[in-house]
């Protein structure tokens, strides 16, 4: 390979990494600092970006609609996780399994409500810089992932902010730590959580924006996510929001590589080789403590 | 006693109506198994449409043999592995006397033995090559290409035409790529061709911007593309922002997805000059009998039916599904799949789709696959694909309705 298609697909794989980085937050949240097994986060994904092709119909920018999406799935979250721990984990040892089943459940029914709405066929949205790339020299790169690595980076500098700097941000991560110390303190841990939850599903509809910025989405998309997302969370190391950008541009630089050179079958299995080979030496994660 | 008489005389007369009476009531079960949910679902439910208003035609017009048809129908998720099992309860539980295969070659293949052990007859729904290995001598392919050399040959063809000698071959990780993809790469050394870029792309690839360069690097003059929807659309995007280069004369080849409305109007003016198969376009050439009247009323449905708004890649070829089985069992006055298969064999079939006959492997025996070039088209307007001018005919010559032009030139 040459030295310019190297760097080309280093800068590729930097900003494709992004984007999972971006996907993947809010399941670093559910999953990382609340091990909550939120298989219907990737669903949840899909759904935010159907919400944001719904809005783009009348011309608004998706990234705008995603973040005008934000509160409404804040409450979505809230409520789901309500449900979920009255009716799974307030009941004791098997609230896994079967939480498992729920979030499962979850996933299976937003993907029939957007089928019953929507259709099946692929759906896109209309931006200025969909379909454009800039030209850097020899290099072009396309607008629309660079506009995925910005919201990225903003996500995860927001989120990092939060957590360590807010009251309850830290509640947060204390909640993820020791939830009985927590309650000592006088706390309402599952509040806490509720809370968590709710930011975790106000992030689905920004990284669902750059989900169909990216590409088309149909309502089934959210099942090729769900590997890429705990991938990444689990890479991460549970609950580190800068793990969580580093692991997606790990796998996402691992990706393009193997995508540009002689080889593109390889690349799933380079990417999950990879997960493995780092919960061998690491099994905490990259971040994790 | 002559009361006795006439009373008896009604009885036989009732008894000997009855089976008539019942045989009218008793349907005519056509099974089949078609996506409704997954990746294929988009042309699946599309496919579906078109043979219900198929269903809804025939039994206005008094059913097959008297008798009213109905559609078995199971959704298969797109899900290689439930079709066996769908088969074999349509046959033995629902009884159905009519079979069709399921959407696409990655779904029928694993049919292909079951019909073939019980010697059923399988009407096909736009496989390729699904019965090349099995040889059963009851299945029919309602797609209009015969094998995966004789549709690649018709691009090949179109490389000659641009005077091409070098070419790049993008192929997805699946059944219906990987053999189109295959027909190309036995086509290369009879056309002059050398490949200097191949590769197959696992199927949940996000972007191709990485394939694109490394494929630019190679400098080829023609690139063969063939991919599924998501991926057909996220290729086109990446063109659009990577580009291939100005070496490049031909771009497309099988892409599935770029004959859908929803995508067409989507990617718009990215489609300029990409070469790609179709199976019926708005133009001169396709005007067969039936078609804009069938199209017409597909499309008042298919909005309500949320898919898709044209319908011009499967449902004519589904609805032609339908004429093709009623055309036999009209002509035979039969079910028996024997006889059904015979008629098949030997006659013409007469469809919205054309005319044609049955080959050996019961592939269209004059395939008809055409390739048509995105030409002038605009962005966000569905109506545009309604006429003809924005997919140009431009192989084989027995449909052409315009030169191909050269895709850097286009893309200037």
């Known amino acids: 390979m040459s030295f310019d298609l190297l760097a080309e697909a280093l800068i590729a794989g930097i900003l494709l990494g992004c984007f999972y980085a971006a996907v993947s937050i809010g399941l670093s949240v559910a999953f990382g600092l609340l091990y909550v097994p939120h298989i219907a986060h990737p669903a949840f994904l899909v759904l935010g970006a159907y919400g944001v092709y719904g809005i783009n119909q009348a011309g608004v920018d998706p990234i705008l609609a995603g973040v005008i999406l934000s509160p409404f799935f804040f409450f979505l979250g809230v409520g789901v996780y309500r449900f979920y721990h009255a009716v799974f984990e307030r009941r004791g040892s098997d609230a896994g399994l079967r939480g498992l089943a729920f979030f499962f459940g979850v996933a299976f029914i937003v993907e029939v409500a957007l089928i019953l709405n929507y259709g099946v066929d692929q759906r896109m949205v209309q931006a200025s810089y969909i379909g454009q790339g800039l030209s850097l020299g020899d290099y072009r790169l396309p607008y629309r992932m660079l506009v995925a690595f910005a919201v990225a980076l903003g996500l995860t500098v927001l989120l990092s902010l939060y957590l360590s700097r807010t009251f309850m941000g830290r509640a947060i991560k204390a909640v993820a730590q020791d939830e009985t110390g927590l309650a000592l303190m006088g706390a309402n841990p599952v509040k806490v959580k509720q809370w968590a939850f709710g930011i975790a599903t106000a992030t689905c509809p920004i990284a669902g924006a750059l989900l169909i910025v990216i590409g088309p989405v149909e309502p089934g998309l959210g099942r090729l996510y769900i590997g890429r997302c705990f991938c990444v969370a689990v890479l991460a190391g549970l609950g580190s929001m800068k793990g969580t950008l580093a692991a997606g541009v790990i796998l996402g630089i691992a990706e393009s590589l193997v995508l540009t050179s002689m080889g593109a079958s390889w690349a799933p299995a380079v990417a999950f080789g990879l997960l493995l080979a780092v919960l061998a030496v690491r099994p905490t994660g990259l971040f994790g403590r | ?412």
């Open chain 2, 1 to 412: 006693m002559i009361l006795n008489r006439v009373q008896a005389c009604l009885a036989l007369a009732a008894s000997l109506a009855m089976p008539a009476l019942g045989n009218a009531q008793n349907p005519i079960r056509v099974g089949l198994s078609i996506a409704q949910t997954g990746p294929l679902s988009g042309a699946g439910k599309s496919g579906l449409l078109a043979l219900q208003i198929w269903r809804d035609d025939v039994n206005a017009k008094g059913g097959l043999l008297g008798r009213p048809v109905e559609l078995v129908v199971y959704d298969d998720q797109s899900n290689p592995s439930t079709t066996p099992g769908i088969y074999t309860k349509l046959v033995d539980v629902d009884k159905a006397d009519l079979l069709i295969a399921p959407y696409g070659t990655n779904l029928t293949a694993p049919v292909m033995p079951l019909v073939k052990q019980r010697d059923l007859l399988l009407m096909g729904n736009f496989s390729l090559d699904a019965n090349a290995q099995i040889k059963h001598d009851k299945y029919f392919n309602n797609a209009p290409w015969s094998s995966a050399k004789a549709m690649a040959q018709a691009y090949l063809a179109l490389t000659g035409q641009l005077g091409v000698k070098t070419i790049a071959i993008l192929a997805a990780d699946a059944e219906f790529a990987q053999t189109i993809a295959g027909g190309v790469r036995q086509g290369l050394k009879e056309r002059g061709l050398e490949s200097v870029y191949d590769q197959n792309y696992p199927p949940n690839t996000v972007d191709f911007s990485s394939m694109l360069r490394a494929l630019r690097a190679k400098k080829p003059e023609a690139v063969f593309v063939a991919s599924y929807p998501s991926d057909s659309a996220a290729i086109i995007r990446a063109l659009n922002e990577t580009g291939v280069g100005s070496s490049v004369k031909i771009f497309g080849g099988a892409m599935v997805g770029l004959q859908y409305t929803t995508l067409m109007e989507s990617l718009g003016s990215m489609l300029n000059g990409v070469v790609n198969f179709h199976a019926w376009v708005p133009e001169r050439t396709m005007d067969f009998p039936g078609v804009r009247d069938f199209l017409a009323r597909y499309q008042a449905k298919a909005k309500d039916a949320n898919v898709d708004a044209l319908g011009f890649y499967i449902p004519p070829f589904d609805y032609a599904i339908g004429q093709i089985l009623a055309q036999a069992v009209n002509a035979t006055k039969s079910l028996d799949n024997k006889v059904l298969a015979k008629y098949l064999r030997e006659n013409e079939m007469k469809t919205i789709a054309g005319n044609f006959r049955y080959g050996p492997t019961g592939e269209w025996a004059s395939p008809r696959v055409i390739f048509v070039q995105f030409q002038d088209v605009l962005d966000k307007n569905t109506d545009q694909f309604r006429s003809a001018g924005k997919q140009v005919i431009v192989g084989p010559a027995a449909y052409k309705t315009a030169p191909v032009r050269p895709f850097s030139e286009i893309r200037r």
